[in-house]
């Protein structure tokens, strides 16, 4: 499983800038001329089986919420998580699922050190 679009050796389609037409290329990040209008400026695409791709549509029916912990859980595993592939409600509720986890661990460490200090 990658981590990064970038070290993807199954990523192969581009998305043109010009026309949107999503078209497959050798290289994704030297690609050949758009079909549709000969643009050489495109945006490469994640392969098909990349989690990142994966979890907006698992979670889809599910909500932003669910969709936010599964991007959260993909981010600890240690996948790359692009802010791009994010939209707004899932990335506030990344931002607060990251931050109830920190809360989390400090109060078990404050925790552990109490316990430490009573013995």
Not at 3 to 23: G, H, K, M
Not at 27 to 36: I, S, T, Y
Not at 55 to 64: K, T, Y
């Amino acid at each position: 499983m990658c981590v990064d679009i970038n070290l993807c050796p199954d990523a192969r389609e581009v998305t043109c800038s010009r026309c949107y037409r999503t078209f497959e290329t050798p290289d994704p990040f030297v690609p050949e001329p758009c079909p549709e209008c000969g643009s050489r400026k495109s945006t490469p695409e994640r392969c098909a089986h990349c989690p990142v791709v994966i979890i907006p549509a698992a979670c889809a029916r599910h909500g932003a919420f669910n969709a936010a912990v599964q991007y959260f859980e993909a981010h600890q595993l240690g996948l790359h998580v692009d802010l791009r592939d994010l939209d707004a409600e899932v990335y506030k509720g990344f931002q607060i699922i990251s931050q109830e986890r920190q809360r989390y661990v400090d109060e078990l460490r404050a925790k552990q050190e109490e316990e430490g200090c009573s013995r």
